[in-house]
């Protein structure tokens, strides 16, 4: 293990600064060659002032995405699904532009405009017209064909959740399922991952879970309580619920190679760089980190959760993260230092 040891101090720390920049709470769970350490600061509930638990259970936002991205894999596999065949092989005339790939899908280099941008653009009004709300994949695909493309296939990568929409459609149509059947066959029973659902259209998280709360566009503004949507504008994109065990689990068994075949996951660990310490992969984004080490993994946003699940390149040390709210930049910053704690040790900025 040539990873310096975690910093569990420096990490209580970080998680106390997010508390302190508006989260009502904030945890991490820190998994290193099967010891566990886990932090958590603040509240679970602002109105009953339940201390929030490292095993309460959150939405993962777009850490859904890793999962989406598994089960296509398994497909490839499987020789189902052909990474660099195109979509409109599998779903004839689903998108405008038969130069785009399975691979450009996964890679966020489909050039297909990001929905989402037009429906957050006012973050508060724009949540409670979409809470109740439940959109087909075909509505949500509609509202992005709306929209020029970004970029010509594969020509470069722009993160668009309209991907992840299309990915759940490769998923039904290949498996013959609905995406949640894949995902407890494939991934949630296989680990067993009992505090991990798929939560669409119905609104409640299951067993004890924490609130989440988004912080408006207007400073000063009350926090909304976010808890209890349909995420039907997310789906394949950000509808899975979990936990930190859970999360810890899925990505120490993806990158220790017992969710794919090492040749598919060498595909997905094939990263297009996103910024001077950012890539992306298939469904998977790599961080390099300030003492050399890259981890990989994915981070989320939902309304009222931030997440960050990410492992080290073998899957002997994971993190998995939350703080209990959204829309607050600093805060989003702030988590990304638990990866420096849990990884870097003491030398954490
Ligand atoms: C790239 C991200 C950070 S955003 C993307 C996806 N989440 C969304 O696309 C929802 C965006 C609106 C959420 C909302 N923000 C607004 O409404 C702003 N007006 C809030 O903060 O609750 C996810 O999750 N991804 C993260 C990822 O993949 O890392």
């Not at 310096?4 to 989260?23: E, F, M, S």
């Not at 979990?242 to 996951?265: C, E, M, Y």
């Not at 890539?279 to 390099?288: E, K, N, S, V």
Request: glycine share 8%.
């Amino acid at each position: 293990n040539s990873l310096p040891k975690p910093d569990i101090t420096a990490l209580r720390g970080v998680l106390r600064t997010a508390v302190q920049q508006g989260a009502p709470g904030a945890m991490a769970r820190v998994v290193d060659h099967g010891t566990m350490r886990t932090a958590a600061v603040g509240v679970a509930d602002r109105t009953t002032g339940r201390a929030l638990a490292t095993t309460d259970r959150f939405r993962i936002g777009s850490v859904t995405k890793t999962f989406s991205a598994v089960v296509l894999l398994q497909l490839a596999d499987e020789k189902k699904l052909d990474l660099d065949a195109s979509v409109d092989h599998y779903l004839p005339g689903l998108l405008p532009d038969r130069r785009i790939t399975v691979r450009h899908v996964l890679g966020h280099r489909s050039g297909l405009y990001d929905y989402t941008n037009d429906m957050f653009a006012k973050t508060v009004p724009g949540f409670e017209a979409v809470r109740t709300k439940v959109f087909t994949y075909r509505q949500l695909l509609d509202r992005s064909l709306r929209h020029a493309r970004t970029n010509k296939p594969g020509a470069a990568y722009s993160y668009s959740n309209t991907n992840f929409v299309v990915a759940g459609l490769l998923i039904e149509k290949l498996t013959g399922h609905w995406v949640r059947t894949a995902y407890e066959k494939r991934i949630f029973k296989p680990l067993k991952l009992r505090d991990t659902f798929y939560l669409h259209p119905g609104t409640k998280i299951p067993g004890r879970h924490s609130k989440g709360y988004l912080t408006p566009d207007r400073a000063g503004a009350p926090l909304v309580d976010a808890t209890e949507q349909t995420a039907s504008w997310a789906q394949s994109a950000g509808a899975i619920i979990s936990s930190t065990r859970d999360l810890d689990t899925f990505l120490s068994a993806l990158l220790g190679g017992r969710l794919t075949s090492a040749a598919r996951l060498k595909q997905m660990e094939r990263m297009i760089p996103v910024n001077s310490t950012q890539a992306y992969g298939l469904g998977l984004r790599r961080r390099d980190l300030s003492c050399g080490v890259s981890v990989y993994g994915h981070t989320g946003a939902v309304q009222g959760y931030y997440t960050y699940a990410f492992a080290s390149k073998d899957g002997r040390r994971s993190l998995a993260t939350l703080a209990t709210t959204s829309n607050n930049g600093e805060v989003l910053n702030t988590l990304l230092a638990t990866l420096e704690s849990a990884f870097c040790g003491k030398r954490a900025k």
